[in-house]
């Protein structure tokens, strides 16, 4: 499978690379694109970074999955950027994948996209979501094609989910605990 991460300045950084991280050790692809106009990214914790990609270099239908990483970018700058509403729902309108962490599923919610399907986000961020089920107290939800996660307490749980839901659960579990070291 291949996924398509948005990145913007002041993203999570355990979101983003755990979550990475995870779907690389199970063979997957993952291309973390900015958002910026630009390669170079400062992220949340202040570390720089410098992307293969910019969203612009990129072709949408090659992908498999959408991940948006929160943190401060994902609701400071992401949130403003037009083209974001445009690949979410590039994504969800072909039945895709669409999973974000943190504060970014307001992103998602926000267009509608989570109307009466539960998922989670940080606290305070569900106000932004759009009649869903908000399950406050789940550090993962999966409904249909979308995956939320609460926060970067869940991110290496939020890949996992993201693996299983292609590859099935014993996948998972078998990742998992390679991760694990067992």
Do not use: W
Request: overall charge negative.
């Amino acid at each position: 499978m291949k996924y398509l991460m948005l990145i913007g300045d002041a993203f999570e950084d355990v979101e983003a690379l755990a979550t990475q991280d995870v779907l690389i050790r199970g063979g997957e692809e993952v291309i973390l694109a900015s958002m910026m106009g630009r390669k170079e990214i400062t992220t949340k914790c202040g570390n720089n970074l410098v992307l293969s990609k910019t969203i612009d270099e990129v072709d949408l239908s090659s992908f498999d999955a959408l991940i948006i990483p929160g943190g401060p970018g994902s609701f400071k700058i992401l949130a403003f950027i037009k083209k974001v509403d445009e690949i979410i729902s590039y994504f969800a309108d072909k039945g895709k994948l669409v999973s974000a962490i943190c504060a970014a599923p307001m992103l998602i919610g926000r267009l509608g996209y989570l109307k009466g399907k539960n998922y989670t986000c940080y606290p305070g961020f569900e106000e932004y979501v759009v009649d869903g089920n908000y399950k406050r107290d789940e550090g993962v939800v999966c409904d249909g094609n979308f995956i939320t996660a609460k926060s970067m307490y869940y991110s290496i749980d939020f890949g996992l989910r993201i693996y299983e839901f292609f590859h099935g659960k014993k996948a998972s579990e078998s990742l998992r605990n390679a991760c694990k070291g067992e």
